[in-house]
């Protein structure tokens, strides 16, 4: 029997304050909810779902290689580059077949990431809590969503259950 498809679920900077930081955009729901939930969907769509969150940059990036199967460089030594996984046991050679990712603020910012996933060729879901594009200026330029296979924006903690719907039901790997 073939091993369940493999879908990383990564969400950026402040998105573990998602239920308390501004609720009036983002909603009450906590990333933990939306984890979980995430969880629930993607068993019964036959997916193995792993979730990453991280505010730094760089571990993002890190985690992105290690889902192709490239070793990241050993971490310098930093109280604050915690990072957050919710499933124990992975490896530098546990490869995906999708990443969805929230990216938060680094949609605007982050040639990095864009080059991290660009170069792994996984394909990829951007995904927002918000309406980006009803915000400010600055929010609505993505350095992902020219290369993203679909970009889900606006509905919520729906959007993730969205993209791994879409993962599981349409797309083929």
Known sequence: MASPRHILLINGPNLNLLGTREPQIYGSTTLHDIEQASQTLASSLGLRLTTFQSNHEGAIIDRIHQAAGFVPSPPSPSPS??????????????????????????????????????????????????????????RHHSYLSDKAVAVICGLGPFGYSAALDFLGRHMKF
């Open 81 to 138: 580059s915690a990072a957050t996984t919710t499933e124990a046991g992975l490896g530098p050679g546990d490869k995906v077949s999708a990443i969805i990712i929230n990216p938060g603020a680094y949609t605007h910012t982050s040639i990095g990431i864009r080059d991290a996933l660009l170069g792994t060729g996984i394909p990829f879901v951007e995904v927002h809590v918000s309406n980006v594009h009803a915000r400010e200026a600055f």
